[in-house]
């Protein structure tokens, strides 16, 4: 991935997921969310929402592809005759923006995420269809789909299949971006299934990239100062959307499974393989004590630009039925060399502060402002889905390590 120079140094450096992560929900374990869309960003119907009626590929909207600059502007993004894809920005950035990309599955769950990192940041952001606070803006990528959902139907491709995304106008408006200038940026409105005209979008000093593919593309992934992938395994993903779908959709076990089923195929071939390529990866297992008990995993590349924390010695927490045990070791991860932080089981809730503390005692390479702050965050999000075990709490090291990246970049403090 293509750095800024100030990111070029020590192994010792690396990267973040932030509680928005956006349009997803980074919920955990035992409550899997429904779309940060719905939570983080707000989405809400457009009464002005309505079907374009063309499919990309078609004959019809061939005959209304217009090209600005070499740029394809696909009428299946519902452009209006006024706009262009990049034009200038309103206001100057003085710095260059900081691009984080997100990438997971839909329906991992990335909300509370999102409020991670926006905490380790000290901001906030509008909620919106596009998040945006004075800080840190959060773009959802299923608005690169090409097509909306009826013309996803006429495709038979499903939104993960790389043929369903623009990525050329995707990386050339993150690179826009990066280059301090505005887009008009396509709109997915996932209450009707539409795609409605593209909104102005201004660049920010942090800008996360969230979604289904943000570190496919090779454009839009040399634009990343941090690459983060959210991996959770098969029988994780069944549980919660089990718990999701049977409680929410009134779904059966069985056609929960048919779903992730048919989704696999093309999960595997186009959002799977990012996890090689990102700066770092949280990924969810079953405990060794079972389900629904995790074991969450911080796999940190080495000398990439996530900075690497560590552990001082292994821990074992006791007070709690499973209790947790947390470990370090490196290991060989797609052809990358790695440094895996490991927590399986979970805090004691009752003792939550004080097991909290003695972990946060025993970690190196933190970049916390105070001694406390990792316990701090945790303690105020205690209510938040994951708090109990290893994803709450490899979220807000996440969370405190894309701060640390913005800092080592822009020489600022948040």
Known sequence: MAR????????ALLAAALCFVAQRAFVAPSAPASRTVRRLTALRANPNSVPTGLVWPSPEAEEKLREVDGIKMYPTHAWTDDMQPIVPAEKKLEDTP???GVAADSGCGKSTFLRRILGALGTDVVPGHTAVGDMMTVVCLDDYHTNDRAGRKATGWTALDAKENDFALMGTQIEALKQKKAVYKPIYNHDTGNKDPPELLQPNKVMVF????????EKARAQLDLGIYIDIVNEVKFDWKVKR??????WTEDQVREDINKRLPDFSAYVD???ANADVVLRY?????GLPFLKVKLIQKKGGAFPVMTLKKDLTLTGSKPGATLKMYDEDWFGNDV???????EIDMDNMEAQLKEIEENLEGLGAKS?????DAMMKLKSSPGSQNGTGMLQTVIAMKVREVYEKITGKFA
């Open 4 to 11: 800024s120079q100030s990111l070029l140094i020590p192994a």
């Open 98 to 100: 900081v691009i984080i």
């Open 210 to 217: 969230e979604g289904l593919h943000p570190i496919y593309d």
């Open 245 to 250: 779908d049977v409680e929410e959709r009134g």
């Open 273 to 275: 393989p990012q996890k």
């Open 285 to 289: 297992e079953p405990s060794d004590k």
């Open 339 to 345: 440094t895996v932080v490991e927590m399986d089981g």
């Open 371 to 375: 001694a406390t702050e990792l316990t």
